[in-house]
């Protein structure tokens, strides 16, 4: 029976990913289910000047090329995990695997390497659903030599838990586990999690586990729809009319006595209704993070404004939107980088098919040890095709 039931994937597959623009969806019954796909970005991009005697030429890369799977072994258990194909050798990456176990709406269980449940636009997000095209991470200030000179500045916007604790590359997935559901039919949501290192013992200067919890309210009362699943979205093209506040916490010890507690909170609210004609969204953010990386009064803070207007429209290349967002990361007593950016998207099929046209501004001061020919502002230009089948 099992080599059956692989054999009508692979035959379906194999017809599915010739001709159809969906993933694979097998029904096995008994609550049983199988489901794969492919996604990635496909862009055009033309640079600002990172260095003053850089030339600005127009870049083309297919970035994020990924084969995922997902499915439920039965009515209680179900499991995922994706993969990366490498730019420079083709081999497969895992990016994240997890296993969840729902007991009821009010309380899963989800253990393996999964996005972290801290402010919305820090990583529980989808990057497939986000609204504004680039870049995925919030106020990076960065530039890429060619001569091993590369510098970059974080932004606040980030997985808090500590780089030790992510078994795989992804930085917004950490190895853990969480309880987390939604409570009196999504009113209330709630995640509750710790997260660790993998397969040694702990030396006397690596991190503790770390803890996180989130807690989301929709006024479900006045109409609004809950997120129900473990992953949130920036936008969801009309679908569903949502309001939702979140508060978040993660605190990441550290096992040396010269390292302080990282305390990092979040308050994030997303709004986005149907009109009718059209869809306006707004979501905005707030992070702070004491201590970084342990480092005592080395505080980094960030917030994030953005949103915009769907039209429902459809059009050949789908339903028009117009978007904007703002961002700023500091560290206390030291550098702040301020990203402004507008974009037009072209939704082909949800938030996660789309293509888009956006213009992004990046600007940092006070950054310490620059080079001094690295540019304190510089502006990108990208067209992008995201697909996810």
């Known amino acids: 029976m ?60 297919h970035k994020f090329a990924r084969f995922y799977a997902k499915g439920k072994l039965n009515k209680m258990i179900s499991f995922g995990f994706q993969t990366e194909f490498s730019k420079f050798d083709s081999k497969a990456e895992i990016i994240d695997s997890f296993l969840n176990i729902k007991f009821a709406n009010e309380f899963n269980v989800i253990a393996g390497s999964y996005k972290v449940p801290f402010e919305r636009h820090s990583g529980i997000n989808s990057g497939w659903a986000v609204l504004f095209p680039m870049p995925f991470e919030y106020g990076k200030f960065k530039y890429t030599g060619t001569d091993s000179n590369d510098y970059k500045l974080s932004s606040a916007f980030t997985n808090p838990v500590d780089k030790t604790h992510k078994p795989f590359r992804s930085g917004s997935r950490s190895a853990g586990l969480t309880f987390w559901g939604n409570v009196a039919g999504g009113l209330f949501k709630y995640y509750v999690g710790v997260f660790d290192t993998l397969g040694k013992p702990a030396g006397s200067s690596d991190p503790k586990p770390a803890y996180a919890i989130r807690v989301q309210f929709t006024p479900t009362m006045a109409g609004f729809k809950p997120e129900k699943g473990y992953v949130l979205k920036d936008t969801y093209t009309g679908k569903k009319n949502v309001l939702t506040v979140g508060l978040a916490y993660v605190s990441q010890g550290y096992h040396s006595s010269g390292n302080k507690t990282q305390k990092s909170y979040g308050v994030d609210v997303l709004w986005e209704q149907n009109l009718g004609g059209v869809v306006p969204n707004l979501s905005a953010g707030y992070v702070k993070h004491k201590d970084w990386g342990g480092k005592s009064g080395k505080d980094r803070t960030g917030f994030i404004v953005q949103g915009g207007v769907m039209f429902n429209v459809n059009t050949i290349l789908g339903k028009p939107a117009l978007v904007a ?24 099929h949800g938030p996660t098919n789309r293509i888009a046209l956006g213009v992004n501004n ?15 502002s510089y502006t990108d230009v990208k067209l992008a095709l995201f697909y996810n089948f």
Do not use: C
């Open 362 to 376: 990046v600007k940092v001061s006070n950054a310490p040890a620059k080079p001094s020919d690295v540019k304190d």
């Open 2 to 61: 099992k080599k059956s039931y692989l054999a009508a994937a692979a035959i379906l597959g194999a017809a599915v990913f010739a001709g159809e623009a969906h993933a694979v969806k097998i029904d096995l019954g008994n609550g049983k289910s199988f489901k794969m796909g492919v996604r990635g970005v496909i862009y055009a991009e033309i640079p600002g000047k990172r260095k003053n005697n850089q030339k600005s030429d127009i870049t083309f890369a």
């Open 325 to 348: 967002k703002y961002t700023q990361t500091k560290e206390k007593n030291s550098w702040k980088v301020k990203n402004f950016g507008v974009a037009v998207n072209m939704y082909l």
